[in-house]
């Protein structure tokens, strides 16, 4: 995939995944796109570590269920990081 490819990958995966998982969160359109590039990154791991596959074209399915699978984990630990540090303050 090229850059454009990921760019729009990480976008929808983000915003699923910020659909997926509904609450506050603070940044918009480049924060979502940017936890789902990271997420679709994260998903490739994890993917080939335990489901033994990688991510495929931009039009597999398998593609964007890592990259969604892998976005709802770099949400998590995003609002845990954002969430601890709103309350110290």
């Known amino acids: 995939m090229g850059i454009l490819g990921w760019i729009v990958l990480g976008l929808i995966a983000g915003a699923i995944a910020k659909a997926i998982m509904p609450g506050k969160d603070p940044g918009g359109i480049i924060i979502t796109m940017l936890l789902g590039i990271v997420g679709a ?24 269920l890592l990259a969604i699978l892998g976005a709802l984990i770099v949400l998590g630990i995003y609002r845990l990081v954002t969430g601890n540090r709103a309350r110290a303050h």
Do not use: K, M, P, Q
């Open 41 to 64: 990154v994260i998903g490739g791991f994890v993917g080939r570590a335990i489901f033994g596959t990688d991510l495929g074209t931009f039009f597999d399915l398998r593609t964007w």
